[in-house]
């Protein structure tokens, strides 16, 4: 995969490292058992060494002692035991970490979301944010098993054999410790080389993956106009292009592992000459030699394994500094220390003043003053971009004001609680949102322990019922991820039979529908409509009827309400509404 | 993404395919390996002659010119070793790009039929990261693969030459570490199965919290998605733990297995040094033999580990190599039309294999040229499948079907394109310019042309008033533009073309009532001696057309004007009707 370097390592590394905090002990306990691990495991070709100068001096003298072969085999069995029992301890306790810590980022960032204002949400790309939730996460969580695993060991298993070395021969260690910069040489230059090779790879592997796609996707396109050569003939290119970089890459990079092997195999020559030299002037035994060797060839293994970790850490580290930015976002502003009750509301809606915008030099809503009583129905309409969501999300405190206020009963909702505000309103939008879970479920959403005599009630009244009994698991039907198995129609009536179960004083409607066809409009309609009686309610309105129907009609344009009244008024009063009425509804069927 | 079942051997099957023409070079990666790895089984060798002729006959000459042969060893081994990357990299990113484009070019001889049936995304997926895994496992194949039982058999012969009683010992060694291997990575793979799942539930419960937000909050549902994601995070924690505690167990038993054998070769090889049947450096040779061939096991059984997620790939690569495309193209097809703009659909029946009910049954259509022609019916009632059978979308399963006078099946594919515009319900346009999008279907069209189709498909306006008009961007699938904007950009788009039929599939559902009406106003003054089918849901779209084809459940229920529909069926009546009272009531 393409390594991300994170923006600043130290400090990320840092904020990781404190979040680890709870875990002190157990992490006291991997590195005490890491340690355990090398001071016991260090010692056992020392004790081959032992050995092979024990058989050694036999050959030469008066045959091998086995009696002291025996204990010194011994003492290796127990140091061999010891070691790999330290290492499986150390090994357990790392998961237990790691695990933690990845639980406790994706339970950090679900919460999260819950407190993040939902201009977050609306001014990020929706990926954006689902990726760092998700793959961010997952890539973290990967990279930290992999990583904590690995990497105290082999810094431990690196300390310990370089002492090791410098006591049994400090002038040989000192010439095997040369080998270091020049294999860190070797692969920078080679990582360098390849860097160009691959950064080619990943751009023509995203240019080969567009055109797959678009081919792909509009691929009726394609054979309608009959363009599969040239389409061929683009891949073509792109394929080549990509194979030449690929190759180029993998080679080029391909190469570190022998070029490290030679440099392993030229320490290896080194050793075993100075060494028989040394063994043949007597200034250091066999036995010494051997273990020599065996270090130098532990010592190789740590080094390629912190090498290869180099990338996991790096892109690992990137992506847990884009679920920090996610945690550091601005949260919602709090609620109030001492927030005014607010129980069910009769539904006396007031807007005074009120203003709105997301930055100073764009006022989105502007000094817009309304009054709503009870049980009426306000009609919004307008231009796309006038303002008509703003307004409701507003009401629903997704956003908050930046002037005048709003008041429910009387009551300012920034002085109460957002959830008593919410509690008292239901929605329906045309974006139609359905969890992975049964019908049943999805009508009951919005309430705790409901009966399934009331889901069927509700469903019932909202149209829902009829097509929910043509399912072969009706209520039991478990809506897919995509929501296939329903169609766009039957997914709205849904969710209006969610509103309706959660019996709310008020009501938010976005009537947009997506191409559904007449006849499951018409069920939409009257499924919105007893919704609406006798509740407050604000809608979004596309439909003739709803908008003649309602008590007042609120034109908007541009952040500003220009028109307000019934249908009969405004038409009378020959503006804005009267040109928008001709504009869209003037040439309906004729009766 | 393990969808379908495994299909077994694929992988072979489809490296046997693809590695064929690379023969020459495998045979040389061979080569190239077997001189490596034999470099590197030669320097214990020759350190034992540096122990046994220098050291303990204390013959400094000796142990120089041994270890001047030992750097020149080494010296190949990396020249050589390199050399096989070279090859192998060579190799396998060839098959790489060879897979990957058999893969494409099927994919282009699919009809929308078996593209719907395995979805763009899946067939991108398997075009894009499937054929990558079969690049690495060929990658791995050639550069680990090969030299795993080079480097295994090499050792024990080596080991053999040393000393044949002492190599006994591997008899006993290599089975108990590839065993213990097995049983661990055994353990895992249900595991590993199981953590995925996890994590996808995981990953599905974010996602819809981010989707749903607004409806999590205006419920007030907070605690209540809390609560679920609480206990999902909980439940991943669990399994994932259950994969690292036994990944834990790896090191630990590697670390025994490999060094109890070296404790095993000191005893019995002290033995046999003692008994005089073998020097003291064989016994170093030996000990560096040991730890090769076990070396080699544990590559063996990690890259074992590679191959389920390679052969799943495969197989997913060889599902859309061997499916066939349900549209064929005739041998000697007709490239002449005799009677231009003329539709005939006789009988013609459309069923999914296995589906219990047709969707379209037994239809007839007409149309000529200078007339309209419309196709009205609730939704699911085969309008739209209908009109793909005119272009060859996909091929009627009974019946007939003419298009200019020819049965479609066997005219050319690009006669039948040209002579059809098509306008999907959901346009699409290709990241490009305007442009170029609208000369898709006609790369010779003058900027004129394009201006004109502008016009008549009421897009002059807004494509004018962008800085670089004609010129613009279009980003992939048109995403920088309206819905509107983009139907009418591929009207134009067809109109460019200038085909003989026009197809309209539903096409002015994003446009509101006075553009649409603009539109078709347009429409009818230039597409005078052209022939139109409308596929509609709004009545006042289609109220004007010469016929009028009315299908409930994939049948043809009643043909004729608005009027004489109005009278006669019930159907049209009651479709009519329900929309009045949607717009009017």
């Known amino acids: ?591 | 993404m393990t969808d379908e079942p495994e299909r077994r051997g694929a992988l072979l099957r489809l490296l046997r395919t693809h590695l064929r023409p690379y023969r020459g070079s495998i045979a040389i990666v061979v080569l190239l390996q077997l001189a490596q790895t034999f470099a590197s089984l030669l320097l214990p060798a020759l350190n034992a002659d540096i122990i046994n002729n220098g050291v303990l006959e204390g013959d400094t000459d000796r142990i120089f010119s041994t270890s001047a042969v030992m750097l020149a060893v080494t010296l190949v081994q990396v020249v050589t070793a390199a050399a096989a990357i070279y090859f192998s990299a060579r190799t396998a990113m060839a098959v790489g790009r060879d897979v990957r484009a058999a893969v494409f070019e099927r994919v282009q001889t699919f009809s929308v039929r078996e593209l719907g049936e395995f979805g763009a995304p899946s067939l991108i997926t398997r075009t894009t990261n499937d054929v990558q895994q079969v690049q690495m496992i060929t990658m791995l194949a050639l550069a680990s693969m090969v030299t795993a039982p080079i480097m295994g058999v090499g050792g024990v012969i080596m080991a053999l030459g040393q000393d044949v009683p002492l190599s006994a010992l591997l008899i006993v060694v290599v089975p108990t570490l590839a065993v213990a291997m097995r049983l661990i990575l055994r353990g895992m793979g249900p595991l590993a199965g199981f953590v995925q799942q996890r994590i996808d539930r995981v990953n599905r419960m974010l996602r819809e919290q981010i989707t749903g937000i607004r409806v999590v909050r205006a419920f007030v549902r907070e605690d209540h998605e809390r609560e679920r994601f609480a206990d999902a995070n909980g439940e991943l924690m669990g399994v994932a733990l259950g994969v690292g505690k036994l990944m834990a167990l790896m090191l630990p038993v590697i670390l025994l297995v490999m060094e109890l054998s070296n404790a095993a070769v000191m005893w019995f090889g002290g033995l046999r040094v003692d008994a005089g049947a073998m020097q003291i450096g064989a016994l170093f040779a030996f000990l560096h033999y040991l730890m090769q061939i076990l070396m080699s096991t544990l590559m063996a059984t990690f890259m074992i580990l590679q191959l389920p997620r390679a052969r799943v790939s495969a197989g997913r690569v060889e599902k859309v190599l061997t499916t066939t495309t349900s549209v064929v193209v005739a041998e000697n097809p007709v490239t002449e039309l005799p009677r231009p703009g003329y539709v005939d659909v006789r009988g013609a029946g459309f069923r999914y294999p296995g589906a219990e009910q047709p969707v379209l049954h037994d239809v007839d259509l007409i149309a000529r040229p200078g007339q309209t022609t419309a196709v009205v019916g609730s939704t699911g009632s085969g309008k739209t499948t209908l009109l793909n059978l005119l272009p060859r979308l996909f091929d009627a399963t009974g019946g007939e079907v003419r298009v200019g006078g020819v049965d479609v099946r066997e005219l050319a594919p690009a006669t039948l394109s040209s002579e059809i515009g098509f306008i999907p319900q959901k346009p699409y346009l290709f990241s490009g310019t305007i442009a170029s999008n609208l000369r898709y279907g006609n790369p010779n069209a003058s900027d004129e042309d394009l201006w004109r189709a502008l016009e008549i498909a009421q897009a002059r306006d807004f494509v004018e008033a962008l800085p670089e008009r004609l010129d613009a961007p279009i980003g992939q699938g048109g995403s920088n533009v309206s819905g509107g904007q983009r139907q009418r950009l591929a009207i134009a788009r067809a109109l460019v073309a200038k085909p003989d039929i026009y197809l309209f599939d539903d096409s002015f559902s994003a446009l509101d009532n006075s553009t649409d009406a603009a539109l078709r106003a347009a429409l009818a003054k230039e597409l005078g001696g052209a022939t139109v089918i409308i596929v509609a849901q709004r009545i006042s779209t289609i109220r004007e057309a010469d016929r009028i084809v009315v299908l409930e459940a994939g049948r043809v229920v009643g043909t004729g004007t608005h009027a004489e529909l109005m009278t006669t069926n019930d159907t049209y009546r009651e479709i009519v009707l329900s929309q009045h009272t949607v717009e009017m009531a």
């Open chain 1, 1 to 591: 995969m393409k390594t991300e370097k994170p923006t600043d390592f130290a400090a990320t590394l840092s904020r990781l490292l404190r979040m680890m905090k709870p875990e002190r002990a157990l992490l006291a306990g991997v590195f005490a058992a890491g340690l355990g691990y090398v001071a016991t495991w260090v010692t056992v070709p020392l004790i081959f060494g032992r050995v092979t100068d024990l058989i050694f001096t036999g050959v030469r003298g008066t045959g091998i002692d086995f009696g002291a072969v025996g204990t010194s085999l011994a003492w290796a069995l127990a140091a061999i035991v010891g070691s790999s029992g330290f290492a499986w301890v150390q090994g357990r306790l790392t998961a237990v970490v790691a695990q933690r810590l990845a639980f406790r980022l994706r339970e950090r960032s679900a919460d999260k979301l819950n407190r993040l204002p939902l201009a977050y949400f609306d001014r990020s790309p929706r990926g954006e944010v689902l990726s760092r939730v998700t793959n961010d996460i997952d890539n973290v969580s990967e990279a930290l098993q992999q990583v904590l695993s690995r990497i105290t060991i082999s810094l431990l298993t690196l300390l310990g054999v370089v002492v090791m070395m410098f006591w049994l021969a400090p002038t040989m260690a000192l010439l095997a410790l040369i080998t270091i910069p020049v294999a860190i040489v070797i692969t920078r230059a080679i990582a360098k080389r390849a860097q160009p090779h691959f950064k080619k790879q990943w751009a023509t592997t995203g240019e080969l993956n567009g055109h797959i796609e678009e081919m792909y996707t509009g691929h009726a396109l394609v054979k309608l106009f009959g363009r599969q050569r040239e389409a061929v003939a683009t891949f073509a290119q792109h394929n080549e292009k990509l194979y030449k970089a690929a190759f180029r890459a993998q080679f080029v990079s391909g190469t570190t592992q022998p070029a490290m092997s030679f440099v392993g195999n030229l320490t290896y020559v080194m050793v075993a000459v100075v060494g028989g030299l040394r063994v043949a002037s007597g200034t250091m035994s066999l036995g010494d030699v051997q273990a020599f060797i065996q270090y130098v060839h532990e010592f190789n293994h740590p080094i390629t394994q912190l090498a290869a970790m180099t990338s996991i850490v790096q892109s690992g580290l990137a992506s847990v500094e884009r679920v920090f930015g996610l945690l550091d976002a601005e949260e919602q502003r709090p609620e109030p220390l001492s927030p005014i009750p607010l129980g069910t509301v009769r539904g006396r809606v007031a807007f005074e003043n009120v203003s709105f915008r997301y930055s100073p030099d764009k006022p989105l809503i502007e000094d817009l003053s309304l009054s709503v009583e009870p049980g009426q129905t306000v009609a919004i309409v307008g231009p796309t971009g006038a303002g008509k969501s703003t307004l409701v999300n507003l009401l629903m405190r997704f956003y908050e004001v930046s002037g005048g206020r709003i008041t429910l009963d009387g009551v300012d909702i920034a002085e109460a609680r957002r959830s008593q505000v919410r509690g008292n309103i239901g929605m329906v939008l045309q974006d139609t949102w359905l969890f992975g879970g049964t019908i049943a479920e999805n009508i009951a959403y919005g309430v705790d322990d409901v009966s399934r005599e009331r889901i069927v009630e509700a469903a019932r009244a909202t149209h829902v019922d009829r097509f929910v009994r043509t399912l072969p698991d009706g209520y039991e039907t478990v809506i897919d991820e995509e929501g296939s198995n329903v169609s766009a129609g039957e997914k709205q009536l849904i969710t209006i039979a969610r509103a309706f179960l959660a019996d709310p004083a008020m009501l938010v409607l976005d009537e947009a529908t997506s191409s559904v066809d007449t006849r499951t409009e018409l069920m939409l309609q009257q499924a919105m409509s007893s919704l609406r009686q006798g509740r407050t309610s604000f809608v979004i309105a596309h439909r003739l009827s709803t908008i003649r129907d309602a008590d007042v009609i609120l034109v908007m344009d541009s952040g500003r309400i220009v028109e307000q009244g019934s249908h009969a008024d405004l038409l009378a009063a020959d503006g804005h509404y009267a040109r928008l009425y001709a504009a869209q509804f003037a040439q309906p069927v004729a009766a």
